[in-house]
């Protein structure tokens, strides 16, 4: 069964810090990997997807890139907010349908 | 586009009683997933469907717990009898008819079992 694993666990840093969250996984025989973010007590959002073809997908401040022979994958997120306070999850999805989850990533910003 | 949408948004129930969680996808996804979301085991799928079919309930707990898709624009996930350790917050999410697509989520139902 496929393994997420998300380090570090929680993460606070001074706003306008570069930071990089990392994700790594078990089974590198993988569909997409996915980036998510939730608020507290909200849902789930999408930030990027990348399919196991690619090595890295952009948008805005953030950046994900994809190893998949060595099973690992990080989010940079430059220039930090206070508004980029939140749990950041990765998740894989092998050749089915599913999407196996991490434990996520609580970010602070410090204003 | 109003997104995923789930109902209630927060229940609380006594131990013993029948909850039911409700989803509306997307409309025009034909994937639907439901996930349950604790603080000790994260985010685990339970049951998805694709086309209202279910294709995989592996993550189903117990038979105390069942899910329907009765038509493309509504599902339902069921537990009865509830249990205290039940308690969590159910999350329902679309996608797309194309595979790459990603999922929607929705907000989210948080239950309480008491």
């Known amino acids: 069964k496929q393994e997420v694993t998300q380090i570090p666990a929680a993460l606070s840093v001074p706003e306008g810090e570069n930071l990089v969250l990392n994700c790594s996984f078990t089974?590198?025989?993988?569909?997409?990997l996915q980036w998510f973010r939730q608020d507290p007590g909200k849902g789930l959002t999408s930030l990027l997807l990348?399919?196991?073809?690619?090595r890295e997908q952009t948008s805005g401040r953030l950046n994900a890139s994809l190893d998949k022979s060595s099973g690992r994958s990080t989010l940079y997120i430059a220039a930090s907010q206070p508004g980029d306070s939140a749990t950041y999850l990765c998740?894989?999805?092998?050749?089915?349908?599913?999407?196996?989850f991490g434990t996520g990533t609580r970010l602070t910003v410090i204003p | 586009d109003a997104g995923v949408i789930q109902s209630p948004r927060h229940e609380v129930t006594e131990m013993g009683q029948e909850v039911t969680l409700r989803c509306k996808p997307i409309?025009?996804?034909?994937?639907l997933f439901w996930y349950r979301q604790t603080m000790m085991r994260g985010l685990e799928l339970l049951i998805y469907?694709?086309?209202?079919?279910?294709?995989?309930d592996s993550g189903m707990p117990e038979d105390r717990f069942s899910a329907k898709m009765p038509n493309a624009s509504f599902s339902t996930l069921k537990i009865q009898p509830s249990e205290p350790r039940d308690s969590a917050v159910y999350f329902c999410?679309?996608?797309?008819?194309?595979?790459?697509?990603?999922?929607?989520f929705g907000p989210g139902t948080r239950l309480l079992v008491l």
């Open positions: 990348i399919q196991s073809s690619q």
């Open positions: 999410a679309s996608r797309g008819r194309t595979g790459r697509q990603t999922q929607y």
């Open positions: 469907f694709n086309n209202n079919v279910p294709i995989d």
């Open positions: 409309s025009g996804h034909n994937s």
């Open positions: 998740a894989v999805r092998p050749g089915a349908n599913n999407l196996f």
């Open positions: 089974d590198s025989a993988i569909y997409n």
